[in-house]
Every structure is written in C-alpha cells, then in structure tokens.
C-alpha cells in the first residue's frame, strides 16, 4: 500500500506543477490588471508605476519562475485587490466558509442520495424506485442559480424559514447547501443506483443469502459495502464540482467564500488571488482524490494488496 | 417514446424550424408591449408566452434559442467526444507512457476548476459562442477520454482482437474495425447524457455573464437574464427554464433508454 | 447410509417473468432426496438446473423470478409458503448451498475468517462452545484448509480457487444442514483439485449423513458420486432413476445421447457422438416433447404431444422417463 | 508432404515481470513458459494439457507470434518467427491460425460474418469481390453453416455456431498450422462433439496441423496424435498420445490422467488424488517442481535438483522426472 | 437599532481609501475638509473645514480647521498635520484614486495647528471638488499613523465623522456605529451602520423583503418589484449620474495616428442619425422606469459652469428622436455603401452601480437596427474597455457615465479634450482651442463662455449620444426608514449617512 500511496502522491504532485504552468499563462492571457486596478483618469506614469510595481515588466519565464518558488512556499504575493493581504491570506480567509458550505451540501448529498440509490436498487422498479430517478432526473434539469433564487423566494422570503442569504449559521447555510447539493444528489442517487444493481448480482451476494444472512445485512454489509466503491470514487469528482458549484451558489447567496471571491478577483484582474485561489481549488481536488484512492485501498484488500 | 417525443418538439423542431413556426422575430422589440404576461395570466394571444422587457416575444425567443442550445450541444458534445475518445483510444491501446501522459492530463483538467477557467478565458476574449463551445470540450471531453480508454483497455484483450492480429491486421486497423465499432454505443449514450450538463453549463455560463453573448435568445441567457424579475415577471425566466427542464429531461430519459438497449453494462457517469 | 427423503419437490414450476412474458426455466419437476443420499441432476447448459436449486432456496432473480406452483417440502414442512423471514432462517441452518464460481462468490472485501463466522453465528442451531473465531478455524480444519490459524485472516483474493471453493463448503456444511445443494461446485476448479473437493465432500456426507443435491455437467462425476441421478431438460425432468439403472440403461433418447457423447478416455475413436441441433429457448411455445427436433426416434405423436414420466422401467422400481418410446414399449 | 516438422520449438521461455507490491518489493519474475521443446509432424495433432496457468495459452499465443518469447527460438515450417517482417510475416498470418475457447469473446459483435470470415484474406491477399465471396462461401460450407449466414451479425448465432464461424475465418486462407485454444471448452457436451468432429473433417480436408490447448482429457484422446503435458511452464511429459495414455511415466501425468472420471457405475476406477494445492507460479518449489504433491517422491533429490528431460521409448516420447531418469533412461538433451 | 443596507460590492475592499478608485465605503467614518448641502449638493463648511481661501490665480487654498473636531477612538483633533499627512498619502505611488491627477504637484502646508496652505502648480476652479464632490481626499489621523503604522489604519481607521469605523468582514460588508456625543453636535439616530456587500441584485431584494436588510441599493429593474411589495424609493436630492453613449475613438484632430478612418461615425452625418434614431422617452421608460431626464450635452449641468439653456431648449429640434430624418441622413451619407466596415460595434458590459447597461446595448441595438443600421453586440468587461481606451483603440460605440456629476473642466477633459487623455473619446480641433484657454483662465465669466463654447460645439457635432441625468436611489423598507436627505453628489451618490431618519 505504501508504494501505491506514493506513486498516487507523485502523480498528484506532477499535476500540481502541470496546473502552476496553465494557471500562470492563464492569468496573464486574461489582460493586463493594470486596466482594472487604475482609475478612468490615471496617467502613463501611475500605470508605469504599477506595472513596475507588479513585476509585469520582467520577461514571462522569469515571472513564472518567481511565481513557482513563491508559490511552493505558498506565497502567491500580495492582493492587488484587497490591498494589506497577501493573496494566500484572502483565500485562506474565505476558504473555510466555502468549505463548511461544501461540507454540509456533500452531507446533504450523502445522507439523502445514498439510502436513496441503495433502496431504489434494492426495491428495482417499485414507486421508491420511480421517485429516485424522478429526484434523479429533476436534479440535472435545473440550473442551480435558478434553484437557489426560487429556494430563497419560497423559503426565504414568502414562508420565511430561513434568513435569505448571508454568512451565519446553520440556519444560513441550509437553503444554499440545498441548491449545492441538488445536482450531486441527483447524481450521486444514479450512481448509487447502478453499482448497487451490479453489486446486487453478484455470486457473493447470493451466497450471502444462501448462507441465511437477513436482507439488511445483505444489503448494507455485503452489497453496500462493495458498491460504496463507486460513490466513493466520485466523491473526488464531487469535491472538485462543489467548489466550481460554490462560485454560482455563493454568488447567489452573498456567501462570502471562495467562490464569490474568485469571481470578484478575476473581475478585478486581481492575478495574485486568482491564482491563489485556482491553486488552493486545484490542491484541494488533487487531495481529495488522493484521500479517495487512499480510503479506496482501505475498503478494498485487493487494492491494499497490490503494488 | 414520450422522451423522443418532447425532444423533437421542444428542441428538433424549433431548432430547424423556429423561423417558420415562430410567431415573431426573436429579436424585435415592442416596446409599447414589455412585460406583457402570458396568455391566461391576463396576456393576449399576440405574446402566448409574455413578452421580456423590451417587449420581445418569449415564445419566439425560446424556439429560436432551440437553435443555440442544439448546437451547443452538438458542436460541444461531437467535438468533446472526439477529443475524448481519439485520446481515450490511444491511451488504452497503447497504455504506458501515452496512458500515464493522457490519463494526467485527464486529471488535471477535471482538477481545474472549469467555470473559473472559463471567466478568465472571458476577460481575455469576452464571452462568445466560441468560449462556450470550448468550456463545454474541456468540461466533458475528459469523461470520453476514461470511458473509453477503460473500454480499449478490455477490448485491446479480447479474443476477437487476439484473432485479427493473427490475421495480420494492423494496430490502425485493429483500432478503427475491431475497438472503436464496439465503443461507439459507449459514446453515444454518454453523449446523449451530456447533453443535460452541456444545457445547464450554458444557462450557468450566461448567469456569470460569460455564455453567449446577448441578444442572442440562448435558453440560459433567457434564464439568467430574467431572473431579476422572478418574482413579478417569472414568466421571462420561467418559460426558457421550462424549455431546459424538458429537454433534459428527456434528453436523460432517452440517454437512460438508449443505455438499456445499447449499452447496459455502462455505468451512470 | 440412505434414510428418510429429507426434501421433497413436487410438481415444482418457476417462471421467469421477462420483458417477452413469464419463462418455464423449471416446468413441473419433482423429485427427493434422503438423508445420506446424493443426487445428482444433469443436463445441458439453461435447462434449468440452477433455477431449481434456487427455487428451493427460494433466491430467485429478483424481482422476476417467481415460483408458480408446486410445493417443497423439508421435512414435510412446505417452503414454497414461508414467509422471507422464515425463509432465512432456514437458509444456511437447514438448507446449505455451494455455488459454482469460487472466484467471485466470496464477498472480496471481508477476511474468508469473518464470512465464515458470519455464517457461524446465524446458524447456529447446536449453540456450540467455543468462541466463534475458534470455531471458523476448526470449521476451516474441517474441509482441509491448510494452515487454517492464518487463513482465516486472508482474504479471498489471497487465495486459490480450490481454497475458496473449501471456504465456501465450509460456510455451506456451517449450521449443520440437512440438505446441501452443491451446483456445480468443481467446474471453476482444475482436475486434479477437483478431485480433491468431491472427496472432501463424500467425507463430509459421509460423518453428517445429510442429503446432498450434486449439479452438473460432468457425467463421470455423477458414475462416481451420485446415488440417483436426475436428467433434466429445457425445464423439465427427463429421465430419473439411480445412477446404475440410468447409466446402464439410458431409457430417454436424450439421457442416450448425453452418454454417447462423452469422449473416451481409455479407448481412441474415430469419430465422436453428436447430437444434430440446439437445445430449445424457452420463449418458443413447446408442443409435443421438447427433444423431438433432436431426437432420432421422433414421429409425429412425439412431435405433437407431451410425453409424461412413465415409470417402472428397467432395474429398481422408481427408474423412469418421459418419452413415447417407453410409453410405446411399455 | 515433406518430412520437416511444421513446429520445431526449442528451449522456448516466457517471463513475465510481475509487481509484488508491498512485500516483494520491486518486480518478480513469473516463469509462464520455461524451457519448452518439441517438435510437431506436418499433418498431426499435438495436444497441449495441464492445470490452469500451467503456461499453455502463454506458450499457444508465442507460437501465434501474439507474444514475443523472452529466449528460446520457434521455427514454423522452417521460418523462424524471430524477425520475420514484409512478405515473410503475410506469409506467417495466413499459414497460421487461430481459434479460441470464448466463441461470444471472439467475434467482434460489429462485423458481419462475412466480413469476420473474410478478414485473413481482406488483409492480406487481394482478391477481387467475387473470389471473396466465392471463398467465403467455400469456408462457410467447410464449417457447415448455410451461405445466407454470412449477411448476419453473430449475437444471432448460438455458441456452437460461433464457434462454426470462428473456424470458417480460421481456415478461409488455408492455413498448414491452426493454434485451437480449449476451443470447445466453453460449449454444451452435446455441442462439443459437433465441433471435434468438424474439426477432425477440417484436417482430413484441408491437411493441416493443430495444436490444441485441451483440459478434457476425451477430447485429448480423440484428436491428438501427440501430447504434452505441461506443469508450472515446463514440459514434464511429451509423446505419442496412445503411449502417454496407456504408460504415463511422470507421476503428475498419471494423476492428471486418472483424475479424469471415467462413466464407470461400478466403481473400480481408483483416482489417485494429490495432495495440496498448485503451488503459486511466481514461487514455483524448488528442485522438480512438482514434489510437493507427488506421491512417488523418491529421495532428496527430487527436491533439490532440477530432473533433466530424458527421451523414453523410440518414438521421440521425453519425460521430466528423477524416476525416469532414475531408471536409466538416456538423457534426450 | 441597527440600520442595514444592502448594496453591490465596491471594487475594492481596504480600508485605505487611497487604494481604491474612489471607493466610498469609508464615507459614513472618514470626512473630507470640505462637504456638501444635502439639499443643494453645494459645498459648504459641513466638511472639517470651518471656512476656506483662495488667492486671485486660484493656485493657493488656504483652508482653516475646525478647531473642535476629533479623530475616533482617541487620536486627538483634526490638525494641519493630518491633513498634509493625508495628502502624502492619497498623492503616494500605489494611490489609484480617480480624479487625484487633481492633485498631482500640490503641496500641503501647515501654516499652524489649524491652518492649512495647498499650493498648486497650476489654477484650479474646482479644487473643492477634490475635497467634497469628488471625496478624494480623506482625511486619516497621523497620530494614528505615528502610533500604529498602516496596520492602524487596516484595522481600525480613526475617522472624524458622526459614525465611527466597528468592522469590516471582507467579502460580506462593512459596519460602523455611533459616535457618543459627537464633536459637531450631530446625534445619529441609530446606534449601527451595518452595509452589506451583495452582488446579485435578486438576492439583495430578497433581502430586503424579508426584513433583512432596511435600505437596499437595487437596479430600477427590480424596484417595482420592491415597490409592489410595500417599499419605497428614495432618490437623492440632485442628479447624480448623467448616463450617454460615446463614439469612441472620434479623434478628429488633424494628422491623429489614433483615427481609423473607417468608422462610420466619423461621418457627423451617421452621428446625428443615430441620435436621432433614438426615441429617448422610451429609453427612459425602459431603463430607468421613467425616472430620469432627458440629457442635452454630456457632462453639462446647470450646477456647473457653461450650462447653456438654449442648447437645451434646442436638443428637441436638433437631436428628437425622427427615424426619417435619420434615415434621410444615412443616404446622404452614403451609409452603408460608402463605409469599408459599416457595422457599428454596442458595446455590452456589466458595470458596478449602472446594471442597465447591457439593456441600454441591447435597446441601442433595437433602434439603430430600426432605423437602418447594421450593428453587433461586444461583450467585454469594464476593465477590458479601459484597456482599450488606455491604447485609443476602443473603436466602438459604448455607454459611458458620468458621476457623480462633475465640475465642466473635468469632465469636458475627461471626455472632450486630448487633455484627458489616455482615457477620453472625443478630440476636436476648436475644442482643443477652447480648452487650452479655458484651462487657463481664472475668470469666472470668461470660463463660463468657454465652457458654453465646447458644450455648444460637441452640441452640434453630435460629439455623443446624450442621454439622460439620473438620481441616486435607494429602496427602503418604510417601516423601519422614514427617510433620507442625501445629495447624490458624491462617487457613488450615497453619503450624509447621519440623515437617515429611523422609525423607531
Ligand atoms: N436472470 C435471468 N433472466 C432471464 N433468463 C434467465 C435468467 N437466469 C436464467 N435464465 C434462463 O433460465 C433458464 C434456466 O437457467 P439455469 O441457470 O437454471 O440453467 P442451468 O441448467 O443451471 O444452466 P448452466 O449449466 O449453464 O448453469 C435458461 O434458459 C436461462 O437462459
Ligand atoms: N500478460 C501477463 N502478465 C503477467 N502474467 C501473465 C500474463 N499472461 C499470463 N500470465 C501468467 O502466466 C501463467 C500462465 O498463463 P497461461 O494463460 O499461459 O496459462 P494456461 O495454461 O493457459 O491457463 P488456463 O488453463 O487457465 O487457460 C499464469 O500464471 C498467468 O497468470
Ligand atoms: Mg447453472
Ligand atoms: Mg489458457
């Protein structure tokens, strides 16, 4: 297991150093900050000035050198945006936000897509089942801004369960987690669904009940367990679309997290942030997969078990 | 075939047809008529579905917008499976240095954030029809590229393989008579899935205000532009929200169909 | 030795209700098994074999499988009535079952130590001493794995097909059943392991005495284990009897036929035996015997009507077949 | 037909580099095939058997030239593979066939029969359509399928008429060698004999060689005029079938012979069993690698040298054992 | 009582206001020397200064301080000192404020603790702007600054006004509270300013119909929604914003290598056509819910020097919206044969506090398409088009606004004169004569002829498409707003926070 861990986490690092050079070329393909960073009025020399000042002057390969010994030491140099704080600083003060955010729509997502999928696998064809891929269906047709704005209309403003946006508590987080987690349900409920049905017919699965174990062992220790596989690999899939999910919902929701913040750097040209924050995004999936193929080994010996 | 049904009504047939059977041109505005709520909701028979607020006719401007979305997808989707399933191909056969190549890559653009990608691309360019197209490749092309290597992976080992290199067939020919007819179903039901995502990605893009530019009647910009009005005037955002709804809907349904019959070894992806 | 009939079947149909409608896979069968006695059923692949075992574990394809007449009854008690609950408490204690791949029917992701006390701790009817960790390791001495104390902590992948198939004997013979469905336990298996496993399994009925139910393909396997041998074709019982009047008297065309067409080993040949044709599908509608597109004795009676069991042939009393031949000769 | 062997295979190894993860720590070698010789007589059968993973499909894909041997050489009538290239590999592709055990693996369910059955000659010949067609049909009547099969896709055909169809693009380029892989392992016993016999009609048509992988020790005997036995990738006993099967000399021979159960009510076949289990190919045991298990171990020896190949008889027949070698038998290498 | 207000997001959120293009968000805290009339929007001596000085050639302002006025939290009086400090602070390198080339060449001196000297290189008319209007410069605490460096300021900014600086949480807004006996004697009639940064305006009406927010900045769009549910508007006292749609790139001076001559709208012929092809009154209707007047000259406004009335009583004969005319035009201009490219490029682009400016692209299509014209839609963020301003490359037709509303110097050269340069639209030869002279000059009537002069001449070049001058609003939930006297007059509109009256 070892050796698969390692070679997991060099893989995972060589797509970091890959996503450092696309992040880098990216944001300086995106125009000049200098255009959203000075006012109407400036002068040739103030944008001279800032254009020093931001080390834009120096040839390209120069900069993304600097750029990369900065940035493995988490640096990513100081927000032009919000000035006083470092880029890694602005991110990591909106981070948790998104991710307490994240966390509860993956919650939400797990404790209603899970049962869901397993039991409509179990009970294939009956009404649960029609209600499944309804949720299933409904979950990838709508747009979750939409969803999120109809959200806040009913439940918000006409029956007013909960405050309509805003950073707070629990109560704050419930509508926006729900429009978050909308689609992953959707999605996840399939999956479930249908590895649930493979596992199902499994040998392993009729000799469990051949052998006198009751349904509800079969399904949740011996089937479940199996099947967990595959949701389980998609939670990677999964972590990186909350966080692209969390720049439309945070927006929607005035949710002051990494999401909204990274639509504000990027409309400010704000280079520092906006790279930051991408890596902090890209960090985070690579790291989430890699914990998803390390509980993957974990769950399943014939993984722990080879090279 | 309920799902084909919707499909070809609400999307097929507007897309080809909207300049027939819509009732006015989706870009004119009445400007004496804005605002005009739907039929049965004290609107006439002149705007059926309302009109937005430059007095456009909604009817008109979604079965136009049919055409955007059916080429969105269809652009998008054909030229996401063919980036796809070509690297897919090639990982899977050839695997080793190719795969490893391949397969990171794969990685690393599902670990970009792509609406994040697709902002800044707009600040570069501004918003257009082509950004779109090519947010919708990087977003799902990398799905084509697992499902299909997986698929080589088994293929390149089955017995039929084993028994045209015995017949002397080259990789070439191996790769484009014997792999690729038998993953063709594979694409085609994944395609006919991702037509949902590419839908909904378009309405997404056009709410952070980099989809198609305006006044194009695309669904999602229709979407997104009336949903300051949602509450007085929901029928802007709601007509083309319904438009989407159908079509994915029914899109997923045929995709569903179209897996049982084809495809049912296929996992929901 | 051969006692009481512990399992009856009577008049046994199971349909399969597919998308094209319900599926005979098992048409009217009946038959027993006594303590100590080994049947054997054989058959052609899809004729129904499995579907009859399942049907009297009740574990049917879900939800298309369904039992749609007939009783089975164990011990006299009918199964074919319980309810699922019932079913299960059954299942493992009194009814034991192998199945026929080792490879994938150990659950991959438990330790072969943990499903064998999974298996332990449900059926336990002696409420014998010992821990259960104990117990799986005797339990594993008992079907010969080797180095059982550290087996028990592998996992099925760790180990070769004819140790898992053991493993699963072990959780078969785990509550003490008194009948034991084996289907074709040693066709995954390689000869010489093969060999092996139905010696184990003769041991096994031998201290046990219960009844066993032996499916498979390999009629050598039924001249050397089986007591009485049922044959079964597209769903139906055609020929029953014990394997010495079966064998040494084939009464039905079909039962001739599977005889024949065993290559053999001590002697070169020129040419082998074929039957001409394939085995019916069940969607077809059947009219008459649904051999008679194969069989070389078919006339136009056999063609369009359904021959019924027809006993008292040849040897013991209850050797019979299903064919207008007997009937005719009879 | 002349007398030089259509397969001479001499010392013939396959090593496959395994990763033992954790504990093995880099890779280990896996001895799939490991010093294999025979040679195979124009016009005969050889019969290849022996427990799973015992190397048969390794050694059976290296003479289709599917797998490159890691030493060793493999002459088919007299070219040897190594290096063949341009004309010579064409050559090679239609003088040498295939057919293996899955028929529902080993038609690609996209093509049409005709397509399937014409493939050899599409690729490596050309011929104008109507010759196509006219050969097609030629090899469709060979396997006795009707013509009017060529239009439809195989998921219409049952597994015996696959396997029909897989031999029909076998010997559509009238090949002198056909690899058979357990072709008929996969079929109904009522099926089975269907084949074996076609396969027999095959090689009295077409005059060709086979080399049949076979775990059914019947079908053995039927087709084969030779038999190797195979144990963890080496050869222990090769000979004429006949002599094998009457006097086996290697004891694994014999067990695997007797283990065979013959439709014998009366009980009189006395099969030996062996003891434990195969030993796991990447840790074969040391000396004969079969000790283990035997039951005619004869001293230390066994366990601590390897038993050379020694020629028994006068019919080219070789036998891997220390009792054979023990017995004075001449060394055949 | 807590009074909420929920708004677009600034810019930039620092508390160094130097920092930011003119970010307001500090108003509520930090005071300039000079403010304003929240009825007239007149300077006046509400600001920290009790009265000022100029001498003749309007190069040297002498202001006097209050001499009671206090820093927040301690820091002691407002003194010379702060206020040269402030200078240096807002005139520094990394400064990005708008309007401070205002500023560049001053130099500050105290003259005593409460007198303090600007000196300029050249005369200034509007040098109050720079203090009020503009709010440009703000004044900090040097003792602060001497006490605790920039950190002071970015954690706690002292401030002088009747609200003081409690928190800022970065990405959700901003929150001051009462000042306790102030040193002006203003009482707040609440006790918390809490402004809520919220980007979707659906959201922020959402919010305050819920109860969650008292004041809501929204687009007009959405504010009959508002209405209809019970809320009112307030709109600030005077105009605030004057909206328009430039012909950039118009650089008619001879021999200008910037001009590319196949603009259709180099042709005054084009210009005029649009203009009139524009039906005005309907515009207002749908952008601006009827609430806003018709503009006659960009940038010209009867607060400031050069307003000329008969241009305005002019605007209907010579701009009204007449689509034959307009069409009478285009052929005699040849339009489009004669044009090597004759589509007309509206610019499309979201800008923070003018949301209806890609109605207004998508509207300005809709007539121009009407009358004849062939047009395309760009989309492009604001930042992208000042780039393309910055190189004088924006070869396009684009909304423009201007506000708050300026004084006629700035924003003729912002949008008339090659002074404004690199950022301006419109260069003609006899407005580059007006203009030096009017730069010049010192002389309130010779100004004032000047200026009507340019306004006259960009008047008849149709130089822009003027189009109309628009209050600040606010939306507020009238059970805990009664009301609020404010301006409009400042960057944003919104100040004078000490007005807002609560129900209590
Ligand atoms: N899940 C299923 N759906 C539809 N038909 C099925 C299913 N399972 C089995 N059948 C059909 O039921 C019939 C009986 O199958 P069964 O498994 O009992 O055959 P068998 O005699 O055990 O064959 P084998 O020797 O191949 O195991 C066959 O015709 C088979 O095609
Ligand atoms: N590509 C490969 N990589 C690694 N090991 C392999 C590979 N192919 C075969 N082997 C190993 O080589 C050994 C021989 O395999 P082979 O398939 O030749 O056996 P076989 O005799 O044909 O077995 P069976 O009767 O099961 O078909 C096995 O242990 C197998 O696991
Ligand atoms: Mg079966
Ligand atoms: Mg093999």
Redesign the interface.
């Known amino acids: 297991m070892a050796r698969f861990i390692t070679t997991r986490f060099l893989q995972a690092l060589l797509s970091l150093l890959v996503i450092t050079l696309i992040v880098f070329s990216l944001s300086h393909l995106t125009g000049s900050p200098i255009d959203a960073l000075l006012p109407d009025d400036a002068t040739q020399a103030q944008i001279d000035n800032l254009t020093r000042e931001l080390g834009l002057d120096r040839p390209l390969h120069v900069q993304y050198f600097t750029f990369l010994q900065n940035a493995a030491l988490g640096d990513f140099g100081d927000s032009t945006k919000w000035k006083g704080s470092s880029a890694a600083e602005v991110v990591i003060d909106r981070l948790p936000a998104t991710l307490q955010l994240g966390g509860l729509a993956l919650l939400i997502s797990v404790v209603v897509a899970i049962p869901l999928g397993v039991v409509a696998a179990v009970r294939k064809g009956s009404s649960i089942d029609a209600v499944a891929s309804v949720i299933a269906l409904l979950g990838q047709s709508l747009p979750a801004f939409w969803l999120g704005l109809v959200l806040m209309w009913v439940f918000a403003v006409i029956l007013g369960w909960f405050p309509t946006s805003g950073y707070g508590g629990v109560t704050h987080m419930v509508l926006p987690a729900i429009a978050m987690a909308w689609f992953q349900i959707a999605a996840l409920t399939r999956l479930t669904r249908s590895a649930m049905l493979e596992v199902l017919d499994a040998e392993y699965i009729k000799l469990a009940r051949v052998k006198g174990v009751s349904e509800r062992a079969i399904v949740w220790r011996h089937a479940f367990s199996n099947a967990a596989i595959v949701p389980i690999t998609y939670f990677g899939v999964l972590a990186g679309s909350l966080l692209t999910g969390s720049v439309v919902i945070e927006t929607v929701f005035a949710w002051p997290g990494a999401g909204l913040l990274a639509i504000d750097a990027i409309r400010g040209r704000d280079f520092p942030v906006v790279q930051s924050v991408v890596m902090f995004f890209a960090v985070f999936f690579l790291l989430a997969n890699f914990l998803v193929d390390i509980l993957y080994a974990v769950i399943d010996p014939r993984i722990r078990h080879q090279g | 075939m309920i799902s084909l049904t919707i499909l070809v009504v609400v999307l097929v047939i507007p897309a080809l047809f909207a300049d027939l059977i819509a009732p006015h041109d989706p870009y004119k505005a009445y400007l004496r008529n804005r605002l005009e709520p739907p039929l049965f909701f004290g609107g006439t028979t002149e705007f059926i579905l309302g009109t937005d607020r430059l007095g456009r006719d909604i009817l008109s401007r979604i079965l136009h917008g049919a055409k955007y979305a059916l080429s969105i997808s269809i652009v998008g989707i054909l030229l996401g499976a063919a980036v796809g399933t070509a690297l897919g191909l090639i990982a899977g056969y050839l695997r080793g240095m190719a795969d490893a190549v391949i397969m990171r890559v794969v990685d690393i653009t599902f670990a970009l954030p792509s609406i994040l990608l697709a902002l800044a691309l707009a600040t570069l360019s501004g918003p257009s029809f082509q950004l779109v197209i090519f947010v919708v490749i990087f977003v799902i092309w990398g799905y084509f590229a697992r499902q299909v290597r997986a698929e080589t992976l088994v293929l390149r080992e089955a017995d039929f393989v084993a028994r045209a290199r015995v017949a002397g067939a080259s990789d070439l020919r191996i790769l484009r008579k014997y792999i690729l007819p038998n993953i063709v179903n594979t694409i085609v039901v994944l395609a006919t899935l991702q037509v949902g995502v590419v839908v909904i990605l378009e309405a997404t893009l056009s709410f952070l205000g980099i989809g198609i530019p305006r006044p194009t009647p695309a669904w999602g910009l229709l979407v997104a532009d009336g949903r300051q009005l949602i509450v007085s005037s929901w029928w802007i955002s709601f007509f083309p929200g319904l438009a989407i709804l159908l079509t994915v809907l029914s899109v997923n349904l045929l995709g569903d169909w179209l897996r049982d019959r084809l495809d049912p070894k296929l996992r929901q992806v | 030795m051969i006692g009481e009939p512990v399992l009856e079947v009577r008049n046994l149909k199971t349909h399969l209700m597919v998308k094209a409608g319900p599926l005979p896979v098992v048409d009217d069968v009946s038959f027993s098994v006594s303590a100590g006695e080994t049947l054997g059923i054989v058959g052609e692949s899809g004729c129904g074999k499995s579907m009859t075992a399942l049907s009297i574990m009740r574990v049917l394809p879900r939800p298309i499988g369904r039992i749609v007449g007939g009783e089975i009854l164990l011990r006299g008690e009918d199964l074919v009535s319980k309810s699922e609950a019932e079913m299960t408490a059954i299942r493992g204690s009194r009814l034991g079952m192998i199945l026929q791949d080792p490879h994938t029917s150990l659950n991959p992701l438990h330790t072969v130590g943990n499903q064998v006390i999974e298996a332990l701790r449900i059926n336990d009817r002696r409420g014998a001493g010992g821990s259960l960790p104990a117990r799986a390791v005797a339990m594993l001495k008992k079907v010969n794995v080797a180095d059982a104390e550290r087996r028990v902590h592998a996992y099925p992948h760790q180990m070769s097909g004819g140790m898992k198939q053991r493993v699963v004997g072990a959780i078969a013979i785990s509550g003490a059943p008194d009948v034991i469905i084996a289907d074709e336990p040693t066709t995954a298996l390689d000869v010489t392991i093969q060999l092996q496993y139905l010696q184990l399994l003769q041991e096994i009925q031998a201290e046990t005495g219960m009844a066993m139910i032996f499916i498979t393909h390999d009629l050598g396997i039924v001249a050397n284990l089986c007591h009485r041998l049922i044959v079964m074709y597209a769903g139906r019982i055609v020929e029953e009897g014990t394997v010495r009047d079966v064998f040494k008297a084939p009464s039905h065309p079909y039962t001739e036929a599977l005889l024949n067409s065993v290559p053999a080993v001590n002697r070169k040949v020129d040419r082998l035996y074929a039957i001409d044709g394939q085995p019916p599908k069940l969607t077809q509608t059947r009219v008459g015997c649904s051999f008679a597109p194969r069989c070389p004795y078919a006339d136009d009676t056999c063609r369009s009507l359904a021959p019924s069991p027809s006993p008292g042939l040849s040897g013991s009393g209850d050797h019979r077949a299903s064919c207008w031949k007997q009937e005719r000769g009879a | 037909m002349s007398d030089e062997p259509v397969v001479e295979v001499e010392n013939l190894s396959r090593h496959f580099a395994v990763?033992?993860?954790?504990f093995?720590g880099g890779a280990a070698m896996l001895r799939a095939v490991d010093g294999v010789s025979f040679s195979l007589a124009r016009g005969e059968t050889m019969a290849l058997v022996g427990?799973?993973g015992c190397g048969k499909t390794t050694l059976a894909?290296m003479l289709?030239k599917?797998l490159e041997p890691t030493s060793g050489r493999i002459r088919i009538n007299g070219h040897d593979l190594e290096g063949l290239s341009g004309e010579a590999?064409?050559r090679f592709?239609?003088d040498?066939?295939?057919v293996?055990?899955?028929p529902w693996?080993?038609?690609?369910?996209?093509?049409r029969v005709f397509d399937i059955v014409a493939?050899?000659l599409v690729?490596?010949e050309r011929l104008t359509r109507t010759e196509l067609e006219r050969r097609v049909h030629e090899a469709l009547t060979a396997v006795g399928l009707p013509l009017d099969a060529a239009r439809n896709y195989p998921h219409e055909f049952?597994g015996?008429q696959r396997q029909r169809i897989?031999i029909a693009?076998a010997i559509i380029a009238r090949p002198s060698l056909m690899i058979l892989d357990e072709p008929v392992s996969a079929l109904?016993?009522?099926?089975?004999?269907?084949i074996?016999?076609l396969f027999?009609d095959i090689q009295d048509e077409f005059h060709c060689s086979y080399v049949i992988v076979a775990?059914?020790?019947?079908?053995t005997?039927?087709m084969a005029d030779r038999l190797a036995v195979m144990y963890l990738g080496r050869l222990v006993e090769f000979g004429p079938?006949?002599d094998v099967?009457e006097r086996p000399v290697h004891p694994y021979t014999q067990?695997?012979?007797s283990?065979?159960?013959?439709?014998?009510?009366d009980?009189t076949?006395k099969?030996i069993?062996?003891k434990?289990?195969?030993p796991s190919p990447l840790a074969p045991p040391s000396g004969c690698p079969f000790h283990p298990?035997c039951q005619s171990v004869i001293g230390e020896i066994c366990s601590t040298q390897e038993p050379r190949t020694t020629a028994v008889g006068n019919a080219g027949a070789t036998v891997a054992c220390h009792l054979a070698e023990a017995a004075g038998a001449p060394s055949a290498l | 009582q807590t009074v909420t207000m929920t708004m677009t997001p600034p810019a930039v959120e620092t508390n160094r206001y130097w920092n930011t293009p003119g970010d307001f968000a500090l108003g509520p805290a930090l005071q300039g020397l000079v403010g304003h009339n929240p009825e007239t929007g007149a300077f006046d001596n509400s600001g920290l200064a009790e009265s000022w000085t100029n001498n003749d050639d309007l190069t040297e302002w002498t202001f006097k301080l209050k001499p009671n006025a206090e820093f927040h939290f301690g820091y002691g009086p407002v003194t010379a000192a702060d206020v040269v400090h402030s200078l240096e602070l807002h005139t520094g390198p990394d400064s990005i404020l708008n309007g401070i080339s205002q500023l560049e060449g001053a130099v500050a001196e105290a003259i005593d603790d409460h007198t303090v000297k600007f000196t300029l290189p050249a005369p200034q008319v509007d040098f109050l702007f720079v203090h009020g209007g503009r709010g440009s410069l703000v004044i900090y605490s040097k003792a602060q600054f001497d006490a605790e460096g920039l950190e002071g300021y970015d954690t706690k900014p002292a401030g002088s006004g009747p609200l003081q600086y409690a928190s800022r949480d970065v990405g959700r807004g901003l929150n001051f509270e009462k000042v306790e006996g102030h040193w002006s004697g203003t009482d707040v009639g609440y006790d918390r300013l809490e402004l809520e940064f919220v980007a979707e305006p659906a959201t922020r009406l959402a919010r305050l119909l819920a109860g969650e927010a008292d004041i809501a900045v929204l687009p007009r769009e959405v504010q009959g929604d508002a209405i209809a549910a019970g809320m009112a508007v307030i709109p600030s006292t005077r105009a605030s914003n004057q909206t328009a749609m430039l012909f950039n790139g118009t650089f008619l001076q001879p021999g200008d290598e910037a001009l590319d001559k196949s603009l259709p709208w180099l042709d005054i012929r084009i210009r005029e056509a649009i203009n009139r092809s524009i039906d005005r009154n309907t515009m207002i209707d749908v952008l601006y819910d009827g609430r806003a007047e018709v503009l006659p000259v960009f940038a010209m406004d009867p607060r400031h020097e050069g307003y000329s009335q008969a241009l305005a009583d002019k605007f209907d004969a010579a701009y009204g919206f007449d689509l034959d005319k307009a069409r009478a035009l285009m052929a005699e201009a040849g339009y489009p044969d004669k044009f090597e490219n004759p589509v007309i490029p509206i610019l499309s682009s979201n800008l923070a506090g003018n949301p209806e400016f890609p109605t207004m692209a998508e509207l300005m299509q809709v007539f121009l398409e009407e009358a004849g014209f062939q047009t395309e839609i760009v989309e492009m963020d604001w930042a992208g088009l000042g780039g393309l301003r910055n190189a004088r490359a924006a070869k396009m037709f684009h909304p423009m606004r201007n506000m708050p509303v300026k004084p006629s110097a700035v924003g003729i050269r912002n949008y008339y004169s090659a002074a404004g340069r690199p950022r301006n639209n419109y260069e003609d030869p006899e407005v580059e004569v007006l203009m030096d002279e009017y730069m010049q000059s010192t002389d309130p009537d010779r100004r004032n002829e000047l200026a009507a002069g340019i306004f006259d001449r960009v008047f008849h070049q149709y130089a822009v498409v003027p189009l109309a001058s628009i209050s600040a609003e606010v939306v507020v939930n009238p059970k805990t707003i009664e009301g609020w006297l404010y301006p409009g007059v400042t960057s944003v509109g919104f100040s004078h926070f000490e007005n807002v009256d609560v129900n209590e």
């Open positions: 990763s033992r993860g954790l093995g427990e799973s894909r289709l599917l590999l064409r592709r239609t040498v066939q295939a293996f055990q899955d693996a080993s038609l690609s369910p996209r093509m493939e050899t690729i490596n049952s015996g897989a693009s109904d016993v009522s099926i089975r004999s269907q074996m016999n027999k775990h059914d020790l019947g079908t005997r039927f079938t006949d099967f067990a695997l012979l283990a065979s159960l013959p439709l014998d009510v009980g076949h099969p069993i062996l434990g289990e195969l298990r």
